[in-house]
């Protein structure tokens, strides 16, 4: 899941799916020279997730 960054990314990636269900990756980790930028990456996928959702259940909402 996590070969290249750490205990301490590995921790943020399993605490960040629990808590926010959001799925970071290695890279998003690697990626983040700050806490903001790791704050940032979890907003906007987080962001996105909802977005799907919610066109999701606007679909389903036009077909039925």
Same mark, same amino acid.
């Given at each position: 899941?996590?070969?290249?960054?750490?205990?301490?990314?590995?921790?943020?990636?399993?605490?960040?799916?629990?808590?926010?269900?959001? #799925? +970071?990756?290695?890279?998003?980790?690697?990626?983040?020279?700050?806490?903001?930028?790791?704050?940032? #990456?979890?907003?906007?996928?987080?962001?996105?997730?909802?977005? #799907?959702?919610?066109?999701? +259940?606007?679909?389903?909402?036009?077909?039925?």
């Amino acid at each position: 899941m996590c070969g290249h960054c750490g205990t301490a990314g590995m921790s943020i990636i399993l605490m960040v799916d629990e808590e926010y269900g959001v #799925k +970071l990756r290695s890279d998003d980790i690697r990626g983040a020279h700050t806490i903001e930028d790791i704050y940032n #990456k979890v907003k906007a996928l987080k962001d996105l997730t909802a977005y #799907k959702f919610k066109a999701l +259940l606007w679909l389903y909402g036009t077909l039925h």
